[in-house]
């Protein structure tokens, strides 16, 4: 069982991060926590690699020192929680979290948290420190994204089917370390970035045609939704395809789906998906498909975006990419996928993406 | 079957409006059309009837008037693409509706639309002139919240269940019109304003527990969601109780289930639950649940919204109402859905709603 390896390995570390801080007390030392540190300066793109990564860089998390007592306070409390989460099967929001453990301290006028920012901050620092995903903690990421196609799955005691679901499709909940998954019948994973553009392809039956499975993030995938997506590359072995707007922000998503964000280098290994590849939209669909009267007009926070990106190191060693951007800033426009209803509805489905995924037409 | 019946109102209706223009421009008249008009001015709140509810002014758009002259055009292309899209057995989100509309008029450079607020705009005109839902023109609204619980559904040939999940739940999307309802065992409607809530009450199985259909539309229910809840509670016969923050956000989302929204005004027949209780959270919830240390202050834009609901009139006319909004802006404080982990996870489904549930505790 999945859920059960997950949380044996995340019940397993917590327990030697009491254990660690136990044995530093009684052998009379102030007790204290390692981590990597997690700031921008500390972060790598390993090309051979592909990946975000965290460099060598550690930091000390010191009960005796005043500036780290109360952060040291809130980790020992949320280990402990979360102990609890995994020991009672449940799971919980980061805002959840948050409530559960807010308390004024005993005689004094101190709450154990202000906020969730809080708690959020402690509980990056534990996922650093014991290199262990939130998910596996039984904290859960926002749910929001769905799939449909033809996969069978187990969880929490039920069994299902992420097909034949009408014009729905199946939630995917923020936490999937539990989901087991029984039969799947398709090639690769399409991942879209816009929830209108899902309802379009499951309404043309792409999913049966192009014998795929759908996924959608509706716009930057949640990680909820990049966990699971990674978990299915790598245990179906499924390749990823990715099919987002033709502008920076698509462009992002997708570096995100690839390569990992910077917030979270630290678990980039367990989320992003550095196989992935690119379907569209891309500025050359425009002439290749005719495309030129539904282009958007670039704003100024599209050229800004634009430039930005140019300087980031996975699209910046990219030819392929650069030369996107370069044409997105010449021509001025950027391109949506609904874009491709100006043909007809289903041209996106009978037309755009078969012939460029058969042609193997796809960027980096 | 649900949906057949929905188009044949809907081509109908579009058949009568092409009818009665072309028999103008027979009887060489400038074809023109009606619709009330839907300005806040024209807009009744009808305390019997409890409902936002269009006045008696109409409006007439005239193709021969120049300033009606753009938005006519627009109207008959959207309307002839309604027609198709029904008939093709498609459905198109707002923005597939723009692009799969938008050309240059042959000899000029003006374009059919210039931005999907404009097709948008005509689609309401057409909503309001031949009383027929978008969703019947098979345009459809965002698909945003999911549904769990013992309900068997039949759509686009499918036949499923929305309980047997895991911890997701069935995808509400845009369009609905064609969901028949098998069968159910359920009571109520819990119609929730978080996602992270919804995921509490999956993981605690209170669909199952206080038998009834947990619904979400993830902060505002979108109007996609409200129609289904609509349809579920008139073809069901289950009430709604509505579970959301206790804040004037939550109260707002409350009054559009149960009222409708001034935007939507013209249809809020079909969208509004006028019978809808609300369950929580209330002002009383933090002294009789001791909450009081995990409420959050209000802020300014809060304070300003309170006092905005103050002379809404559906506010403004409840005792109870009015209550608790001056109880909200006396103690400055919101309490949200979530504060309720501070006494334990399982408070939620456990105790505060059989409780408050089982003795009836709601307001109006």
Chains 1, 2 share one sequence.
Not at 103 to 127: C, I, M, R, Y
Request: proline share 3%.
């Amino acid at each position: 069982m999945k859920g059960v390896e997950s949380d044996k390995i995340a019940l397993k570390r917590l327990k030697e991060f009491g254990q660690s801080l136990y044995e530093q007390i009684k052998n009379n030392k102030p007790p204290s926590f390692k981590m990597p540190t997690r700031t921008k300066a500390n972060i790598d793109f390993i090309e051979g690699d592909r990946r975000l990564k965290l460099g060598e860089r550690m930091s000390t998390r010191s009960f005796l020192n005043y500036s780290h007592t109360r952060k040291f306070m809130q980790s020992v409390m949320v280990a402990a929680a979360c102990e609890d989460y995994i020991k009672s099967g449940r799971t919980v929001g980061k805002r959840e979290l948050y409530y559960n453990l807010k308390h004024s301290l005993p005689n004094s006028k101190q709450n154990t948290f202000e906020d969730d920012t809080e708690s959020g901050a402690v509980l990056n620092d534990l996922e650093a420190s014991l290199n262990v995903l939130r998910e596996q903690f039984h904290v859960i990421a926002k749910g929001r994204g769905s799939i449909y196609g033809d996969l069978d799955l187990r969880q929490a005691g039920d069994e299902f089917s992420c097909k034949g679901l009408g014009r729905g499709g199946w939630v995917i909940p923020g936490y999937t370390e539990d989901v087991e998954f029984l039969n799947h019948n398709a090639e690769f994973i399409l991942a879209i970035e816009n929830d209108a553009m899902m309802g379009r392809l499951i309404e043309e039956k792409v999913w049966k045609k192009l014998n795929c499975l759908l996924v959608t993030g509706e716009g930057m995938f949640p990680r909820g939704v990049r966990r699971f997506i990674k978990r299915m590359h790598e245990e179906l072995k499924l390749p990823v395809i990715a099919f987002v707007d033709g502008d920076p922000w698509g462009f992002y998503i997708y570096s995100v789906l690839k390569y990992g964000s910077i917030q979270l280098a630290h678990l980039s290994d367990r989320y992003a998906v550095p196989d992935a590849k690119y379907v569209g939209m891309t500025m050359d669909d425009i002439d290749e498909y005719g495309l030129q009267n539904v282009t958007e007009k670039l704003k100024d926070v599209d050229k800004k975006k634009i430039k930005e990106e140019m300087e980031y190191p996975w699209f910046k060693h990219s030819k392929e990419w650069m030369n996107q951007l370069k044409k997105m800033l010449e021509k001025g426009v950027r391109l949506e996928q609904q874009a491709l209803a100006n043909k007809s509805l289903s041209f996106v489905a009978e037309k755009y993406l078969p012939e460029k995924i058969e042609a193997g037409k796809f960027l980096p």
